[in-house]
Each structure stands twice: as C-alpha cells, then as structure tokens.
C-alpha cells in the first residue's frame, strides 16, 4: 500500500499564479486534511473533508480552496499565489474523525516557494 | 479557541540521556492527546496517542506520555535516548466537541549526540 500520496514534491511559482495540489490515499480512509507547516508555528489546518462529498474550513483557509473528488482524492487549490503562501503541505487522511481519536496518516508533503 | 504550547524549540541531549518534552493546552473539556514524531526527510507519524483509560500511554520505540488533567499536560518521556531519535516532535490535542479540529504545538527539534 502506498499510503497517502501527494503530487508535487516541489514547486515554484510566481506571485498570482495558481496551482492545485493533489492528495490520494488508498487506505479506505473516511476523513481527509490539508495542513501547512512554517517554522516554529507547528502544523496549522487548512480545510478538511470529514466524509466524502463534505468540506469544512479550517484555522487558515483564506486564499485556499478544496475539492474532495472522491473518497480517494483530496485537492488544495491555490487560485492566486502569495509570498505568504511559501510553506510545506501535508495532506493527511484518517479512518474516523478526530474527535474518534483516530490518528492521522501523512503524506511526504509538498514544498512551495511562491516569489 | 484552542492552544497547544510546547515550551521547549529546541533540545540537544548526549545519547543514554533521559528525555521530557513539556506539552500543554488549553481546553479544560474532554480531549484527546496525540505526539507525532518527524525524522529527517520524512513525514510525520504517530508516536503515541491518548483517548481514554490509563493515563500513562506507552508508544513505539520506548515513548512514553503522561496525561495531567489538573494540569492540561501531556509530557513526553523516554529514559534513555538514542542518535536515531534525533528529530521534531510535535503535541497535537483535539476537544472531542470540536470534531475534526486538531490542534498542534511549534514542536521541538530533538538532536541527540552520540
């Protein structure tokens, strides 16, 4: 099993140019997350899809957007790139939802660099 | 809203040396507690979680936490490190009322020296 698989490992953009990242997991996982994590903060949630056909903001959605595509696949859209933006992303997927006590399962994460 | 605070950025120990990362929160309700561990170039993965039961968890690799309620913690322990547990280790609490919000800590950059 590969686990939870996320598509680019790196990438580069400019300021205002969009992008979408994608997430698949093939583990039969209900929920799915999107995090970002900049030093010393810590990952932070950005949306998640708590069951298929469902999305939910998280602590920092603002200039993000999501589709849950299917119960396999989770994408984090940027529509206009910010400097702001420059982070690692971790999609994340778990069997039930948090308050179930089920623990997250990772992806490599993606490096962005908006300049 | 919630907070998770780890108190210590960073720690560098000589292998052998017994280890304590600090982690506390701030909900005074029904919460579970995990710590995720991420070695170099890796992802992240779970160490150790509590839901219920026993507050003294036991995790892979010789970890171990402690759940405080009277005192919102829920420190990591291990009593003698090792060079390969070099890596940053983060505190993450969900509020079993918030759903599927969980919330983690500025982890600590463990480097241990052989």
């Known amino acids: 099993n590969a686990g939870v698989t996320q598509t680019p490992k790196f990438q580069v953009l400019k300021t205002g140019q969009s992008m979408t990242l994608q997430c698949a997991q093939d583990?039969?996982?209900?929920?799915m997350y999107w995090y970002r994590q900049d030093p010393g903060m810590g990952l932070r949630l950005i949306y998640y899809?708590?069951?298929?056909?469902?999305?939910d903001k998280g602590e920092v959605p603002n200039g993000y957007n999501v589709s849950r595509l299917n119960k396999r696949e989770f994408s984090l859209r940027l529509e206009s790139a910010a400097p702001s933006q420059t982070s690692v992303y971790f999609c994340a997927s778990s069997v039930y939802r948090q308050s179930r006590g089920s623990p997250l399962h990772f992806g490599n994460g993606t490096r962005l660099t908006v300049t | 809203a919630q907070s998770v605070s780890q108190h210590n950025h960073h720690v560098i120990l000589s292998e052998a040396a017994s280890l304590e990362l600090g982690c506390n929160y701030s909900?005074?309700?029904?919460?579970?507690l995990f710590w995720y561990v991420q070695y170099p170039g890796q992802h992240l993965q779970l160490l150790l979680k509590y839901f219920s039961g026993d507050p003294l968890v036991k995790g892979i690799k010789g970890f171990e936490a402690e759940f405080i309620k009277s005192k919102f913690s829920f420190n990591l322990r291990k009593p003698s490190v090792q060079w390969s547990d070099t890596a940053e280790y983060f505190c993450?609490?969900?509020?079993?009322?918030?759903?599927?919000?969980?919330?983690f800590g500025g982890g600590t950059r463990l480097m241990v020296k052989p």
């Open positions: 583990m039969n996982h209900n929920s």
């Open positions: 909900y005074g309700g029904t919460v579970n």
């Open positions: 899809s708590a069951s298929e056909g469902t999305t």
């Open positions: 993450a609490v969900n509020e079993r009322n918030a759903g599927n919000m969980l919330t």
